[in-house]
């Protein structure tokens, strides 16, 4: 499997880390506040929608009309799960609808922007930019490599409390964790990495903001970033075109 993409084509729900019907309604309620703030026009296109966990919520918070993914096996599991909300949910190839598309608005909740290579993402950006119709690109819950790579390390804050090491092989083990983080966050940043493809085939690709800023700067593209709520180690990028100064 060398493709992340690959990962996908069997499987039937999206795994998110949390999978109520809570998880998914706050996490629908984070997107529509990003998307009133930073402001929404028109329809929707979902790209890379999945088994529709988070569109069954989202829905009916914003104007999302259509979804689209490259797996068979999700979208008919995001059929099912739909079948009582009006919405075209398709099998499709990203790079052969998003030239013609006339939907103004676009999204992507870790799918395109975690299982697309830098040069197939930075090929979809240049799709919006040159889309005459759309005018703002939400990619929601982006990885931040550098915060992923925090958390193996003791230092970093989290809300989930460790067991008490007993012994001296467990504490060894603990440091001998914190160690390997610390060299694998040192030979990134020392690289000037924008970005890594994990070794998990489930976790895909991990983009800097950094990515984003200089592949939006060479195609006069603005772009925000805002933290992730619910992922210590996700933030949402918003792509919007700038203002016709002439």
């Not at 009133?36 to 999302?64: H, K, N, V, W, Y």
């Amino acid at each position: 499997m060398n493709n992340p993409k690959d990962y996908w084509q069997d499987k039937t729900n999206s795994g998110h880390r949390f999978s109520s019907t809570e998880y998914f309604r706050k996490k629908a309620l984070e997107c529509a506040q990003v998307m009133e703030e930073f402001g929404s026009t028109g329809e929707i296109i979902d790209l890379g929608c999945g088994a529709g966990e988070l569109l069954e919520q989202l829905i009916p918070l914003a104007r999302i009309s259509k979804g689209i993914d490259y797996s068979p096996s999700m979208i008919e599991s995001a059929k099912q799960r739909l079948k009582d909300i009006d919405i075209d949910l398709d099998v499709a190839d990203i790079f052969e609808i998003l030239p013609q598309s006339s939907f103004p608005t676009w999204t992507t909740t870790e799918a395109l922007n975690q299982y697309l290579n830098p040069t197939e993402m930075a090929r979809v950006i240049g799709l919006f930019a040159r889309n005459e119709q759309a005018h703002a690109f939400y990619l929601f819950d982006c990885v931040d490599p550098i915060r992923y790579m925090t958390l193996g390390m003791g230092s970093y804050y989290s809300t989930q409390p460790e067991s008490a090491l007993n012994g001296l092989t467990a504490r060894t083990k603990s440091i001998a964790r914190d160690l390997i983080s610390c060299a694998k966050l040192a030979s990134f940043r020392l690289g000037r990495q924008q970005w890594i493809k994990w070794k998990d085939q489930g976790m895909g690709f991990a983009y800097t903001p950094y990515f984003w800023f200089e592949t939006c700067k060479k195609l006069n593209l603005e772009i925000n970033f805002i933290s992730s709520k619910y992922y210590e180690y996700r933030y949402h990028a918003i792509i919007r075109k700038l203002p016709d100064k002439s």
